[in-house]
């Protein structure tokens, strides 16, 4: 993606958390996010998430994504934004513009996902894991993994931890383990 078309994804994850705020706070209808996409942003066919953060202390304040293209990524931006923002059920509602502006907001535009046989295959800090077991399906993104003390093992764990479980449950028969990167981008990278 060119910083044209990060730009432009950055502003339309913040327009539609501020026009849902603008919604939920008055009368008013919502505001349209009437801004054309890019080329690029209407060609690209991936998964999107959105992560919230406090400049100060850079806490995780919400992060909601769609592991593959639901519709168009300019619509699904709009949408994994508001969630993050508005229910993510670890975190309270933002509450204000003022909260908003507060916050960085971080893009992660998701390779296709490949399937994988070990976790000799993963690289920390290059890939995120997701898996598949019981019927549930757990995910960390490549970043997640950075700046930790974590093994692949323990990655991995934790991945397992989003899919409900707190073991090894990618070695569990029937469980299917996939890698994949990001592109990853930020309000402060593109200061």
Known sequence: MTTQGRQWLLQRA?????AQLVQERSSQERPELDTPAPSEVRRAKCGVFVSLHTREGNDLRGCVGYLHRR????????AVAQQAAFTDHRFASIASAEELSAMDIEISLLSPFEIIDSENQIVLGIHGACVEVDGRTGLLLPQVAEGRTWSVE????????KAGRRDA???????????FTAEVFDDRSLR
Request: hydrophobic fraction near 40%; include cysteine.
């Open 14 to 18: 913040r327009s539609a958390i501020e």
């Open 71 to 78: 519709r168009s990524l300019d619509r699904d931006v709009v």
């Open 154 to 161: 323990d990655f991995l764990i934790h991945v397992c931890g």
């Open 169 to 179: 449950c990618w070695r569990q028969p029937g469980a299917i383990l996939y890698r």
